[in-house]
């Protein structure tokens, strides 16, 4: 079974930064996982940020970025704002399968 | 501005089959995207359930595949959901959204716009 791994939470301060990463239980990360990023606030749907690896959406603020590191996805914020505060989801795609899977999920506290 | 709307019962027995229907405000047609389901059980996760073609061609994910069938009415602009044989572990919000298109032989992973979901629980 394929799973796609996040950190459970994180702390951040305002203003500071904070990355979050993604692995896969199959090995490196790599472009060919087209690693997307979503924001999900309570009661409301996912939002997409970031895709293949760091592509951003119009409605992405600046202060997000997407990249690979050590083999893993992974989504910085820059400058965070107590708005940020959020559930956030990593994607990978596994090509062989024809399958989409989530990670569990990063619970992001801006403190 | 491309919307969303999912619709069906809210409420579904154990082992019977959960049937929800996407409504998308433009034409399903017009670009080349693959559309979908997502779900999200109480507190936690997303799942990918699976993914529709307006030619009607779909991917799922292996682990709901025996049970899921996703397609697509091009007349009336929607696309449906149907799962067998439910059970508890399948009470959560469901998500329609339009998912995946590909430029060039690449695979651009949208996942935007998204419904507003509908939580379906199964319970007798």
């Known amino acids: 079974q394929t799973v796609v791994t996040q950190e459970p939470s994180l702390t951040v301060s305002p203003g500071g930064t904070v990355t979050l990463t993604c692995a896969s239980s199959t090995g490196a990360v790599t472009s060919g996982y087209y690693p997307s990023w979503f924001q999900q606030k309570p009661g409301q749907a996912p939002r997409a940020l970031i895709y293949?690896?760091?592509n951003k959406h119009s409605w992405t603020p600046a202060r997000f970025s997407g990249s690979l590191l050590g083999g893993k996805a992974a989504l910085t914020l820059s400058g965070v704002q107590p708005e940020d505060e959020a559930e956030y989801y990593c994607l990978l795609y596994y090509g062989g399968a024809q399958l989409w899977v989530f990670g569990g999920g990063t619970k992001l506290t801006v403190l | 501005q491309l919307q969303l709307q999912e619709s069906g019962p809210g409420l579904v027995k154990p082992s019977q089959t959960l049937s929800l229907t996407c409504t998308v405000s433009?034409?399903?047609?017009?670009?080349?995207?693959?559309w979908g389901w997502i779900r999200q059980p109480p507190g936690k996760g997303l799942e990918w359930i699976g993914s529709?073609?307006?030619?009607?061609?779909?991917h799922y994910n292996p682990s709901l595949k025996s049970r899921v069938t996703i397609s697509v009415d091009t007349s009336k602009n929607q696309f449906s959901l149907k799962l067998s044989s439910v059970t508890a572990a399948d009470t959560a919000v469901y998500y329609c959204?339009?998912?995946?298109?590909?430029?060039?032989?690449?695979?651009?992973?949208?996942?935007?716009?998204w419904g507003q979901g509908t939580l379906v629980t199964v319970s007798s």
């Open positions: 529709v073609y307006y030619s009607g061609s779909t």
């Open positions: 433009g034409s399903i047609t017009s670009s080349s995207y693959y």
């Open positions: 293949s690896i760091s």
């Open positions: 959204a339009r998912l995946t298109t590909m430029v060039q032989g690449v695979i651009i992973p949208w996942f935007d716009p």
